[in-house]
């Protein structure tokens, strides 16, 4: 291909990023966001005003394994405005990014292209480190359940797990306040496993979350590996709709966007 690039072209980035520092990826006034930092880093790398729109409104505090964002010129801006190969534009934003924040691969989209809206699909995974001492290496990149979880204990969490499959209305499991009127989402995927590092890690799949969605999914697992909820609940509580028979929220930091999905693949390049 020619460069520069068609000045209609978008291109996008795919993000990891720890999240633990910030007031999560979109940009507010009470602290600094993913998006501001990659905002600033695209500023500096194509030189001139960028605007950076993400996939996904991540929390304070949760982790993205592979976020996608789409940088595109500031209006007025449009012409001759990427001059770098897209296999290289990794290498260009890890002179202006922070060790917390890292592209790993970049591609072409067209203008039309909205990494939220056009989205299919969403994988998020939340890990648990169940021991009775605290590991200063898992500090802020898991949740530390001093409970050991036994194995009946996660068959019970696996079972409950598969009971979030499907079409179904997650009121129950969205956070109280929330505006969002339509709480229906299909869940492709929901598991439990012990992986071999010792950690227990929840992984959920589906076309949309709500608001602390899949923390509440994991508080609720959580409760059904202690006893307090049972895993044939699960079904009742999605039908009654009501929060305060679900589990607690789980703190943000076991947890991470890992896979967005679209309907036609994104050629990553990284070289």
């Given at each position: 291909?020619?460069?520069?690039?068609?000045?209609?072209?978008?291109?996008?980035?795919?993000?990891?990023?720890?999240?633990?520092?910030?007031?999560?990826?979109?940009?507010?006034k009470n602290g600094s966001s993913i998006q501001e930092v990659l905002t600033q880093a695209a500023e500096r790398v194509f030189g001139r005003p960028c605007s950076v729109t993400g996939c996904s409104r991540t929390d304070a505090g949760v982790h993205a394994l592979g976020y996608v964002c789409a940088v595109s010129p500031a209006i007025g801006e449009t012409v001759d405005w990427c001059r770098i190969p897209v296999p290289k534009i990794h290498r260009a934003f890890a002179l202006f990014l922070p060790p917390d924040i890292s592209v790993c691969a970049a591609a072409e989209?067209?203008?039309?292209?909205?990494?939220r809206y056009d989205a299919v699909e969403k994988e998020y995974v939340y890990r648990i480190w169940d021991a009775p001492y605290a590991t200063p290496f898992l500090k802020d990149r898991s949740y530390h359940s001093i409970r050991?979880?036994?194995p009946e204990g996660l068959d019970c969490m696996q079972t409950a797990a598969a009971a979030y499959i499907g079409k179904q209305d997650f009121r129950a499991f969205m956070a109280g306040g929330t505006a969002d009127k339509d709480t229906v989402r299909t869940v492709m995927r929901a598991w439990?496993?012990?992986?071999?590092?010792?950690?227990?890690?929840?992984?959920?799949?589906?076309d949309g979350f709500l608001y602390n969605m899949v923390r509440i999914m994991t508080g609720t697992l959580l409760d059904v590996a202690a006893g307090r909820i049972l895993p044939q609940d699960i079904s009742e509580i999605l039908s009654c709709g009501d929060r305060s028979r679900a589990g607690f929220t789980a703190p943000p930091d076991g947890l991470y966007l890992?896979?967005?999905?679209?309907?036609?693949k994104i050629s990553w390049q990284c070289e």
């Amino acid at each position: 291909m020619r460069w520069p690039y068609n000045a209609l072209m978008k291109i996008l980035l795919k993000v990891q990023y720890i999240g633990t520092a910030y007031c999560g990826f979109q940009c507010q006034k009470n602290g600094s966001s993913i998006q501001e930092v990659l905002t600033q880093a695209a500023e500096r790398v194509f030189g001139r005003p960028c605007s950076v729109t993400g996939c996904s409104r991540t929390d304070a505090g949760v982790h993205a394994l592979g976020y996608v964002c789409a940088v595109s010129p500031a209006i007025g801006e449009t012409v001759d405005w990427c001059r770098i190969p897209v296999p290289k534009i990794h290498r260009a934003f890890a002179l202006f990014l922070p060790p917390d924040i890292s592209v790993c691969a970049a591609a072409e989209a067209e203008d039309t292209f909205h990494p939220r809206y056009d989205a299919v699909e969403k994988e998020y995974v939340y890990r648990i480190w169940d021991a009775p001492y605290a590991t200063p290496f898992l500090k802020d990149r898991s949740y530390h359940s001093i409970r050991r979880i036994t194995p009946e204990g996660l068959d019970c969490m696996q079972t409950a797990a598969a009971a979030y499959i499907g079409k179904q209305d997650f009121r129950a499991f969205m956070a109280g306040g929330t505006a969002d009127k339509d709480t229906v989402r299909t869940v492709m995927r929901a598991w439990v496993e012990r992986q071999t590092d010792g950690m227990i890690q929840f992984s959920v799949a589906a076309d949309g979350f709500l608001y602390n969605m899949v923390r509440i999914m994991t508080g609720t697992l959580l409760d059904v590996a202690a006893g307090r909820i049972l895993p044939q609940d699960i079904s009742e509580i999605l039908s009654c709709g009501d929060r305060s028979r679900a589990g607690f929220t789980a703190p943000p930091d076991g947890l991470y966007l890992r896979q967005v999905w679209y309907p036609s693949k994104i050629s990553w390049q990284c070289e």
